[in-house]
Antibody, heavy 122, light 107 residues
Framework: QLQVQESGPGLVKPSETLSLTCTVS??????????WGWIRQPPGKGLEWIGS???????YYNPSLKSRVTISVDTSKNQFSLRLSSVTAADTAVYYC??????????????WGRGTLVTVSS | SSELTQDPAVSVALGQTVRITCQGD??????ASWYQQKPGQAPVLVIY???NRPSGIPDRFSGSSSGNTASLTITGAQAEDEADYYC??????????FGGGTKLTVL
């Protein structure tokens, strides 16, 4: 059964870059038809899509974060990564990674990782 | 702001039926997927496409769609269904988007 798991620092200083990695196990990140996504959830708030990537490297970013976000994939390690630059306290959130299945007219994120809390503070 | 609109809170009596809705123009051409999130846990997919349930999701969960509105229906709500529910789809620009979420209380 495919699983995804986030990893990375839990504390980042303001103005620095947040870096997280999602490791895929039980399946290949290069599987045709699947994208990989990052989603975040500030404390007490709703879910926000950050961006998605296909194993070929094609990326899609939330327009509100596009200028600060980079998502990349490493097929040799079965991982994909998130970098968010110039962070502020507003970027404090639980960050989730998930597999994204896209079929004409339908979309779904499944499964999700457990999430990792990233706090932006000096 | 989200292009998918959900009621912030809904309540249902134990054993009764509840419908949670999600509105957005993109839903005229895209099915919504639905996620259940319990406190301190990651979201879990409960419905996708035209009323498809992943393995392990009880059949009391069902989905439907009409015009610009997608609905998640729980028939015979159980105490363990108390959670936040989020819809998800693509927006008019092709980006993925989540609704603001609905907090379901089972009375």
């Amino acid at each position: 059964q495919l699983q995804v798991q986030e990893s990375g620092p839990g504390l980042v200083k303001p103005s620095e870059t947040l870096s997280l990695t999602c490791t895929v196990s039980g399946g290949s990140i290069s599987s045709s038809g699947y994208y990989w996504g990052w989603i975040r959830q500030p404390p007490g708030k709703g879910l926000e899509w950050i961006g998605s990537i296909y194993y070929s490297g094609s990326t899609y970013y939330n327009p509100s974060l596009k200028s600060r976000v980079t998502i990349s994939v490493d097929t040799s390690k079965n991982q994909f990564s998130l970098r968010l630059s110039s962070v502020t306290a507003a970027d404090t959130a639980v960050y989730y990674c998930a597999r994204l299945r896209e079929v004409t007219g339908t979309t779904r994120f499944d499964p999700w990782g457990r999430g990792t809390l990233v706090t932006v503070s000096s | 702001s989200s292009e998918l609109t959900q009621d912030p809170a809904v309540s249902v009596a134990l054993g009764q039926t509840v419908r949670i809705t999600c509105q957005g123009d993109s839903l005229r051409s895209y099915y919504a997927s639905w996620y259940q999130q319990k406190p301190g846990q990651a979201p879990v997919l409960v419905i996708y496409g035209y009323n498809n349930r992943p393995s392990g999701i009880p059949d009391r969960f069902s989905g439907s769609s009409s015009g610009n509105t997608a609905s998640l229906t729980i028939t015979g709500a159980q105490a363990e269904d108390e959670a936040d529910y989020y819809c998800n789809s693509r927006d008019s620009s092709g980006n993925w988007v989540f609704g603001g979420g609905t907090k379901l209380t089972v009375l």
